[in-house]
Each structure stands twice: as structure tokens, then as C-alpha cells.
């Protein structure tokens, strides 16, 4: 894998460019999980998701095709992608083309057949969901509890095996209560963990006759933020950023190869700019979580790409959105903008809230914090 560095001047460079250097490939929306949040919710055995499923040969003439344009990244997402039976030859094939692969999975699936396989072909990485830190939680958010022994097991054998692996760690009522134990699980072994409580509106399951919700109020979703927060930061850190929060200051930015923001950029992302994903049932969109442009792969990448980068060009932002002091600590997008009202540039009322009711709770954290230390 090339220094993170230099793949970052490449990245920034191809979405200066407008160069699809960064793509998806969502091989199915069917998991062997039910997540109450999920954003697809389709069953194992599908058949209706089975049958718009895309063909072997359709994604290994998608891959070359990404090659040929500039591709250098690619995620192979879900669902749940080790439910294909072909995941290995496509995984293989993007390794084949060069590209840096990550994977994004549930780790219910991954055997130690899977495990010498990476090891021998390794990922960048392997994004695993972890939903909770007991069987307890498991069963309540994911619907089979002993899947938490199966992954956590995994986990511990990937980090010997010496495979890269990233945590995601998504903040519900059904598992907020964990965060201490998913951080100390996670330190022990060194990894990084990538968490949220902000859930979409569940656009994508209103396509598959799905639409169930399960968000909290704003004000409950930025105190699990905060919650998970405590765990991550050092104390000193943390006070810091309620110090920044109380006092109006930027907040120490992350790197992040998928949210890379240029003042160039309409909609503040690489999104149809320089990264793609291409879904199950064969379309291509901007991201994941943008539902138009959405165009049907029926002809060359090449001249989808010209078509996907010419209609995202004419997303903006909410003016008011753009414009306010809170931008830098909001998690507004396009894409939230447009689950979430149906317009992309509509203000979305529910992150406007939690944005706030974020930075009051971390005022109020600082001043106390501040009082007692007198």
C-alpha cells in the first residue's frame, strides 16, 4: 500500500481533475443479520434481491473498466459481501488491477479459510461493524445474539493473522450503553474505531418495501456522541474539545480518505467529483446515500462517469447551511440533506438540532469541568 501521504496527493489531485479514483462495488443488499438501522434491509435468501443481483462477469468487466478510468481505490461493500459466492474471485480481481482494497463486512462470515486467504492476498483494510460488546446487544439491535462471540473470536484471529482491521461502531438505544467496553476491546488490540449516532433516514429500505426506523431524539443522539467520545479522547483531549466547543474554536480535524473537501466542491465531497459507488442492481451513484444522480450501468464506465460528474456538479448545499457558524461541527451533506427533506437543498432540521444540542452539552461539560478544577 502506498504511503498515506502520497495516496492522499493522489486522491486530492484526482478529485481536482474529476478522475474516478475512488470506487465502491455493493455486490448485494442481502446479510445474514437484521439490524433494526440497517439502510437496505434485505434477508439472507431474497429471492426478489437475489434475482436483481448482477452477474460474475458483470462486476469483472465493472472492475476493469474502473481500472482503464483511474480507479485507485476500491471498497467492496453490502449488505453483507462474503454472502456471494464469487466474493473471492472478485476480490481477487480488484487485488489484480491494482487497486488498494477494503472490504466492509458484519465478521459473521469470515472463516480461517478467509483468514489465510487475506493473508496471503492482504486488504488495506477490513471494516467491521461491531454493534454492541455482549450477546445481550447483539440480540437486541442485530437479532441473533451468539453472533458477538463468532465476531469478537474473528477479530482477535484477524489482528494475529496481522490483517489491518477497522472497527465501525454504530450508537443506538440498544447498545449506547457499550461504548466503554466496544473502546477497551478495541484498545486492547490496538484498533481504531470510527463511530456514529447519526442514523439516515432509511432511504434505501423505502426502495425495497422496507422503511423502519429507530432514531433517537437530537439531543439523545449527540449524547451518545458524547459518551463515545469520553471513551476515545484521553481526559486532556476531550476537555479540549469542549474547551474548542464552548469557546466557538475548530475542532481538531481527523483524516478521513472518504470525505477529502475542497471550497471548489458544490457539495463539500468526493462524491460524484472523483468517487463512485455502483450498486447490486446495477446503477451508478455518487455515494451510497445519494439517490440521484442515479444512472444505469447499460453503457461504458467512461460515459457514465461524464454523465454521473456533469449532474452531481449541479447539487449545492443549503445556502443557510454554508454560511452557518456551526458547519464546521455539523455532519451535514448532500446526501443527508436529501434523505432527510427530499431536497438537496432543503436544511436538515434533525442534524441542525443535534448540532446544537452537541455543542450545548459539551458547553456545559467544559464549564463544570472548568468549575471544579478552580
Not at 120 to 135: E, F, Q, T, V
Not at 249 to 259: A, G, I
Not at 307 to 334: F, H, M
Amino acid at each position: 500500500m502506498p504511503n498515506p501521504s502520497f495516496l492522499q496527493f493522489l486522491l486530492d489531485k484526482a478529485c481536482r481533475r474529476q478522475i474516478p479514483a475512488s470506487g465502491t462495488l455493493e455486490l448485494t443488499a442481502r446479510c445474514n443479520l437484521s439490524c433494526r438501522m440497517c439502510y437496505i434491509h434485505k434477508k439472507e435468501n431474497d429471492p426478489i434481491a437475489l434475482s436483481k443481483e448482477q452477474s460474475t462477469e458483470y462486476w469483472l468487466d465493472m472492475i476493469e473498466q474502473a481500472r482503464q478510468a483511474g480507479t485507485l481505490t476500491m471498497l467492496i461493500t453490502g449488505g453483507e459481501p462474503f454472502l456471494r459466492k464469487d466474493f473471492q474471485e472478485i476480490y481477487l480481481a480488484c487485488k489484480k488491477a491494482g487497486f488498494i482494497v477494503s472490504v466492509n463486512t458484519n465478521g459473521t462470515l469470515i472463516t480461517p479459510e478467509w483468514i489465510e486467504l487475506f493473508k496471503k492476498y492482504p486488504p488495506a483494510k477490513l471494516n467491521i461493524s461491531l454493534y454492541g460488546a455482549s450477546c445481550a446487544s447483539y440480540e437486541k439491535l442485530c437479532g441473533i445474539g451468539q453472533m458477538f462471540d463468532r465476531v469478537s473470536r474473528t477479530i482477535r484471529a484477524l489482528c494475529e493473522a496481522g490483517i489491518s482491521v477497522k472497527l465501525n461502531y454504530t450508537v443506538t438505544e440498544w447498545n449506547h450503553a457499550d461504548a466503554a467496553e466496544v473502546y477497551s476491546f478495541a484498545n486492547e488490540l490496538k484498533l481504531q474505531v470510527q463511530h456514529t449516532s447519526y442514523l439516515f433516514p432509511a432511504v434505501r429500505a423505502a426502495e425495497n418495501g422496507a422503511c423502519a426506523t429507530c432514531r433517537v431524539s437530537p439531543g439523545q443522539a449527540a449524547a451518545y456522541m458524547i459518551e463515545c467520545d469520553r471513551e476515545k479522547y484521553s481526559a486532556q483531549d476531550f476537555y479540549a474539545r469542549a474547551k474548542a466547543c464552548a469557546q466557538g474554536c475548530l475542532l481538531p480535524c481527523e483524516p478521513d480518505e472518504d470525505s477529502l473537501r475542497s471550497e471548489q466542491e458544490r457539495i463539500f465531497c468526493r462524491a460524484g467529483v472523483s468517487s463512485y459507488w455502483l450498486t447490486y442492481d446495477g446503477r451508478i451513484l455518487p455515494c451510497g446515500m445519494l439517490q440521484a444522480p442515479s444512472l444505469k450501468t447499460d453503457r461504458p464506465f467512461s460515459e457514465l462517469w461524464q454523465e454521473l460528474k456533469a449532474q452531481t456538479a449541479k447539487i449545492n448545499l443549503p445556502k443557510k447551511c454554508i454560511s452557518c457558524q456551526k458547519r464546521p461541527y455539523c455532519e451535514v451533506c448532500a446526501a443527508s440533506c436529501s434523505a432527510e427533506t427530499g431536497s438537496h437543498e432543503a436544511v436538515p432540521t434533525y442534524l441542525c438540532q443535534k448540532t446544537h444540542a452537541y455543542l450545548a452539552q459539551m458547553k456545559k461539560i467544559y464549564e463544570e469541568e472548568a468549575h471544579e478544577a478552580q
